[in-house]
Every structure is written in structure tokens, then in C-alpha cells.
């Protein structure tokens, strides 16, 4: 018996251990093209690419010259146009999803229904079917020379039919809570904003990461927008300019810097409000 | 369909009666000789990197011409992204601007481009007949050709001589101490693929390039070039599918002895290289069947064009004329060490030579084929990309090489005929 079960445990052990290899291969392969890209941002030698894995030079000249030059690639420009933005469109495509969300959980109207099947399916065509359409649109109003205005408008005009999560969670809000604000004498902004929204934390988290992310890191509406005004491009435009074969031998490791400044915003956001962000996901998820 | 034919047409007619208008105004400036209160606004685009050249050559156009008052509003578009921001909203688009020749079809068609009407064979007379031929469609001009381009081979001048860089079976043959890879270029790139194929004397798109139902690459030729590239593939001292990374990394390290590449790693290049950097012309190779022949190539050329919609027509010409000049093909061949296309430069061998790249990029030209511009031709690209890593592989042997080559072929016409 005694030799039976030790057995059992040595066979439960051999497994763990084979798991536990096969997870750090694993987390060895994921963060190896992180550590490489981070590396190269370093390297003192310039090209696209070495036989090496370890640079031979350190320096900080990459990212020196991609902040402080601007002759050819306007980084530091590109970054602060693409962190207004995204900052500004983040706040208001939030108090609209938030908006939205609460106005199709808790108030009762005709249409409602209607309206969310339609939303439903108007969220499952690709946002870049309707692009050039939006670009003709934008042309007509006459937005065009002016791309981050652009931008930001469109990213704040389509974030209404991102509701699902955050109305999913305001289900789970109970409605005795509104109710009792009401026979109160409360307004319907003031439960919005005094009771559903300080309830609703990690929702809040959950849709400022989404919808900072989204202008963060888009590329396809900036590429239709921009065009030929170099100085209003967008981070994630005008870095994947550095590729073009005339610039890749020698601005890939500016790239790769820029690369590692690009990921820091979102990093940082991602850090600070991290703890809610599990929250927010499975909560919206209880009753959606 | 219909809808952009109409479009088009309104554009035309729009244009047309803009431009006679424009004819008569600029007629009365000129007999009354004080048009100096017009003034004329004219959007340009150009690539980043040759925005101050553009903007010193706009000016001087300006002072060239101060019968009016010029006013340039710059736009950043390279000329390989020309079409794509054109096409996007020819309305919008510059009234003069920079592409690449592969461009040019698809920009006809599309009606974007305005036809060249002032000074035509005075152009043609001054630009070699390669680069008029790019920017020609149907016998009509819609572009000032400015800038020549095709690739070349770099090598080290330690490692062979300059006899030894005629012939690549020389080359191969050749036992480097140091030097892993003897010769290298970008098996799987039709660009560079081509070259054999092209030199061996098989023909893309007919004789001319604009026939999209021929491709001859299955010939009798074809299979001599196709044997040759299965041989060079298995030989261990050729360095298959490097592209620009690769080789710059193999120059720096020294194990690569010679490269096919363009100019614009020329600069890298020469840094590894230093006293020992050379380029020369494409070599020969010799047959299966013992004839000698020289390496072909595709040949690229960068064109100005005027937007079919601009609202200034005539002093777009002028400015698009200017802009490609002798003068100016000089500070683009001076200053930022682009080929020219203008005979008289490209023709001054001692102003040429002084730089080794576009030197050598000037003798390879003249063996290369002209890209061809048909819209069709972007179908080329897949099948001769699947054909190269299939020789690298090693899936092509001779006795299947007829088959393989047919099937090349047929995906690269067949592509065509379901456009």
C-alpha cells in the first residue's frame, strides 16, 4: 500500500515536472522576440539583421537620435499626436459606452430591442468596410486637412456598439438600488453618475484600457486618413515607414526603440490599473 | 463601372475646359507680358527624405518663371506609395508628383494621370528610350521619367578581380579562405529572379511588355535558365534567399564575397567594405547548353506625373518638366546618388563614374529589361515567388522542371485572364 501510493506520488511528480518544462519552454519562446526586440533597441551596430543574438555594442543612441531627430522620421512628434488622440477619444468613447451600456440596461424603451440587434449586427461587419466611405464623409465636411481631428471624431463616433461588457455588468447592479434614488427624487443622470457609475469601478478600468488601446495601436484608419500630411501621422503609421527598404538597414534599431516607447504607455496603464481589469472582464461576463 | 466612366469623363471635360481656359489666360499673360498679379497654387508630393531637394528645386522653378506668383503646398507621398494615395481620391491628390513606373498602367487606366501635351518630344528626345517607354501608354506620354533604378551587383574587391566578376560560374568556382558564400541574391524575389530567365532571352508580357498573354518562360530557354538555377541552388558556395538583412549582415562579417542588390544599400555597403567595396554590372553565366550569356535584369523608373484633375494643367507641365531636368537630375545624382535618365548625363561617363553604384547600376541598366507596367503585372510576382522557394527546396529536378516551368506559367497567365 505504503509503496503503492508512493509510486502514485512519484508518477504525479514526474508529470508536474514534465508540465513545469514544457511551461518554461513555452514562457522561454513567448518572451524570447520581447527580449530581442528590447535587445536590438540597444545595439550599437545598425542593421536589419545579425547572426548573433547578443549585441556587441550597447548604446543609448537609438533612442536619442528617434527622440531628438527629425529630419527623416518625426517620432516624438507622431508619439504626442497619437497620445492626444488616443487619450482624447478614450475619454469620450468611454462616457458614451458607459452611457450607452446604462441606457440599454436600465431604462425600457420601444426600440430597444430593435436597436440592440441591430447594433449586434452592425458590430460584426470589419470596421474598415465602411473606411472609405467614412473618408468621402470626412472629405464632404471639409475634416481632411486636419487628420487628428479626424481620427479623433471617428474613434469617438464608433465607440457606442463596443456596450455588451459594460451593459452585462450593469445587469448585475441590483435595481432596488436606482429605485430607492428614485423614490428619492433623483434624476436619471444623477443615478448614472452618483450611483451606477462609483458601483461599476472595474467596467470603468475595463472600457478606458479598450478604448485607449484601439487608437494606440491602429494602423489602417491612419494609413486612409493621413495620407500626405507627414506631421500629423500617427506612431504606428509613420514607424512602419522605418521598413521600407530604403530606411530598414539603417533606422531598425531606432525602430526597435521605438517599438519598446510605444509599448510603455500602455504598459503603464495596464500596471496601474491592472487589478481591476480580471475584475471587469468577468464580471461583465456573469449575467451578459 | 459605369459610374467611374462617368467620373472620368466629368473629370476630363472638367479639366478640359479648365485647361483651355488656362491656355487662353496664360496666352493674354504672355502678350500683355505683366501676368505677374496670377497667382498659381500647386500641391507637390515627394518622399521624405527628398523634401528639401524638392522644395530648392520648386523655388527655383518660382524664380525661373516670375511672370507669375507661385504658391507650393508640399505633401510627403513616396513614389512607391504614389498610386495608392492617388488612387484613394484623384481629387484630393497633388498636382504634381512622383511614382514609380510599375505605376503607370494602373494610373492610365485609372485616368489619373494627365497626358503629357507640352514639349513631348523634346522630353522624349532627352530621356532615355527605356524610361520614355515606361511612361508611355498606347503611344502617349503621361510622365517625365527622373530617376533610373535596377539592381547590380556589390562585391569585394579583395576577394575576386574585376576579370573574375564577368562570369559567375568563375565566381562559383572560386575558393574563398574566410568566405562562405561566393554570390547571393534574393532566389525567391521575382525582381531578382528574373534576371536569368531574362537573360537566358525568354520575355515577360511579349516583346514590349504589354502583351498580358504571353510569358515564355516555359521555352526551350527557359528550361537552359531553369537548369542552371537548380544547379546554382545546390551549389554550397551560393548563398540562396538573402535578401537586403542578410547580405548587409554578410558584408559586414565577411562572408559574403559578392551580392545583388540596389543602390539603396549602397551606403551600408561601402561602410562594410571600405577600400574594398566595387560594383559592377550583373555577370554572365553560362549555359547548360555551353553559350555565354549576360544576366538581364528588371529596370525601374521613378516618373513625375501631373494629377488628369489639376486645376493648373499647364504650369503643372512646366513645373514636372523642371523638376526633371538636366540641372535637376544633377543635384539628384550629386547629392542623393540617384541614376539619372536624362541621355546627356546618363551618357557622361566621367561625371557617372565618380560614383561606383550608380555607375555600375548604368551598365546593368542597359542589359535590363523594362519593368513592365500593365496593370496585369502585379500577377507576376506570387508564382515566381512560389517558383524559387520550390528550387530552394529542392522540389525541382530536371526531369520535373518542364512541368514546374509550365505551371509557372500557366499561374501567371491564368492570373491574368480571371482579372
Not at chain 1, 468611454?94 to 458590430?123: D, E, Q, Y
Not at chain 2, 535618365?341 to 541598366?365: H, I, R
Not at chain 2, 507576376?380 to 529536378?397: C, K, M, R, V
Request: negative net charge.
Amino acid at each position: 500500500m505504503k509503496e503503492k501510493s508512493k509510486s502514485y506520488y512519484g508518477q504525479q511528480k514526474a508529470v508536474n515536472g514534465f508540465i513545469q518544462v514544457l511551461l518554461l519552454v513555452l514562457g522561454i519562446i513567448w518572451i524570447l522576440p520581447l527580449c530581442w526586440v528590447i535587445l536590438t533597441s540597444f545595439r550599437e551596430e545598425p542593421g536589419s539583421y545579425t547572426s548573433y543574438f547578443w549585441p556587441k555594442g550597447f548604446t543609448v543612441n537609438n533612442y536619442v537620435n528617434l527622440i531628438t531627430q527629425d529630419q527623416q522620421f518625426k517620432f516624438t512628434k507622431w508619439f504626442f499626436n497619437t497620445l492626444l488622440v488616443s487619450v482624447i477619444s478614450c475619454l469620450g468613447s468611454t462616457l458614451i459606452v458607459l452611457a450607452v451600456s446604462f441606457a440599454l440596461s436600465r431604462l425600457r424603451f420601444k426600440m430597444r430591442k430593435p436597436l440592440m440587434n441591430v447594433a449586434l449586427i452592425l458590430g460584426m461587419f470589419p470596421g474598415f468596410m465602411s473606411m472609405i466611405a467614412v473618408y468621402y464623409i470626412l472629405k464632404g465636411m471639409n475634416f481632411l486637412s486636419n487628420p487628428l481631428v479626424c481620427l479623433t471624431l471617428v474613434y469617438i463616433a464608433g465607440a457606442g456598439l463596443q456596450y455588451y461588457i459594460a451593459k452585462g455588468f450593469f445587469d448585475t447592479l441590483p435595481k432596488a438600488l436606482d429605485e430607492a434614488a428614485y423614490l428619492d427624487g433623483a434624476t436619471k443622470s444623477q443615478v448614472f453618475f452618483k450611483i451606477t457609475l462609483p458601483l461599476s469601478k472595474p467596467i470603468i478600468v475595463y472600457t478606458i484600457l479598450t478604448s485607449f488601446m484601439a487608437p494606440w495601436v491602429d494602423y489602417i484608419f491612419p494609413s486612409i486618413i493621413c495620407g500626405s500630411e507627414y506631421d500629423s501621422y500617427t506612431v504606428a503609421l509613420g514607424m512602419f515607414k522605418m521598413l521600407e527598404r530604403e530606411f530598414i538597414g539603417a533606422y531598425y534599431t531606432q525602430f526597435a526603440a521605438g517599438a519598446v516607447l510605444v509599448s510603455i504607455p500602455i504598459a503603464a496603464l495596464f500596471i496601474s490599473m491592472q487589478k481591476y481589469y480580471v475584475e471587469g472582464v468577468t464580471g461583465g461576463a456573469v449575467k451578459g | 463601372m459605369k459610374k467611374r466612366i462617368i467620373s472620368s469623363l466629368t473629370a476630363m471635360l472638367l479639366t478640359g475646359t479648365i485647361f483651355t481656359a488656362c491656355g487662353s489666360t496664360a496666352e493674354s499673360g504672355d502678350a500683355s507680358s505683366a501676368g505677374s498679379g496670377d497667382t498659381v497654387t500647386l500641391t507637390v508630393w515627394g518622399s521624405q527624405e527628398g523634401q528639401p531637394f524638392l522644395k530648392r528645386m520648386c523655388e527655383s522653378f518660382a524664380a525661373a518663371n516670375p511672370d507669375k506668383n507661385y504658391v507650393f503646398n508640399y505633401g510627403v507621398v513616396s513614389e512607391a506609395d504614389a498610386k495608392k494615395e492617388l488612387l484613394k481620391d484623384v481629387s484630393a491628390g497633388a498636382d504634381v508628383f512622383g511614382f514609380a513606373s510599375d505605376q503607370t498602367g494602373e494610373l492610365v487606366s485609372a485616368g489619373a494621370l494627365y497626358r503629357v501635351t507640352k514639349n513631348k518630344d523634346q522630353i522624349v528626345a532627352n530621356n532615355t528610350a527605356p524610361s520614355i517607354q515606361s511612361a508611355t501608354v498606347d503611344g502617349e506620354l503621361y510622365g517625365y521619367p527622373y530617376v533610373s533604378d535596377t539592381y547590380f551587383m556589390y562585391y569585394d574587391k579583395s576577394k575576386f578581380t574585376e576579370e573574375e566578376v564577368l562570369s559567375l560560374d568563375t565566381m562559383l568556382a572560386k575558393d574563398i579562405p574566410g568566405t562562405t558564400t561566393n554570390f547571393a541574391f534574393d532566389t525567391d524575389n521575382g525582381w531578382y529572379q528574373s534576371s536569368f530567365f531574362f537573360g537566358a532571352g525568354c520575355k515577360l508580357f511579349g516583346d514590349d511588355g504589354t502583351d498580358p498573354t504571353m510569358c515564355d518562360f516555359n521555352n526551350d530557354r527557359g528550361m537552359l535558365a531553369g537548369e542552371y538555377l537548380i544547379d546554382l541552388v545546390k551549389n554550397p558556395k551560393y548563398g540562396a534567399n538573402f535578401d537586403d538583412g542578410l547580405i548587409k549582415a554578410g558584408f559586414a562579417d565577411g562572408s559574403i564575397a559578392a551580392a545583388v542588390t540596389g543602390t539603396w544599400n549602397a551606403t551600408d555597403i561601402q561602410a562594410s567594405l571600405g577600400d574594398n567595396y566595387a560594383a559592377t554590372k550583373l555577370p554572365s553565366i553560362k549555359l547548360l547548353n555551353g553559350e555565354e550569356v549576360q544576366l538581364g535584369g528588371m529596370a525601374n523608373f521613378k516618373i513625375m506625373g501631373v494629377n488628369a484633375e489639376t486645376k493648373n494643367p499647364l504650369d503643372a507641365m512646366a513645373l514636372a518638366e523642371w523638376l526633371t531636368n538636366y540641372d535637376n537630375q544633377v543635384i539628384n545624382f550629386e547629392e542623393r546618388s540617384l541614376a539619372p535618365t536624362n541621355v546627356e548625363l546618363a551618357n557622361d561617363t566621367e561625371k557617372l563614374y565618380s560614383n561606383a553604384a550608380v555607375a555600375a547600376l548604368a551598365q546593368q541598366a542597359q542589359h535590363a529589361t523594362v519593368q513592365t507596367s500593365i496593370p496585369q503585372c502585379g500577377n507576376y510576382w506570387t508564382p515566381a515567388e512560389a517558383f524559387g522557394q520550390d528550387l530552394i527546396a529542392g522540389n525541382i529536378t530536371r526531369d520535373n522542371l518542364q512541368e514546374k516551368l509550365d505551371k509557372y506559367v500557366e499561374s501567371v497567365l491564368s492570373a491574368l485572364t480571371s482579372e
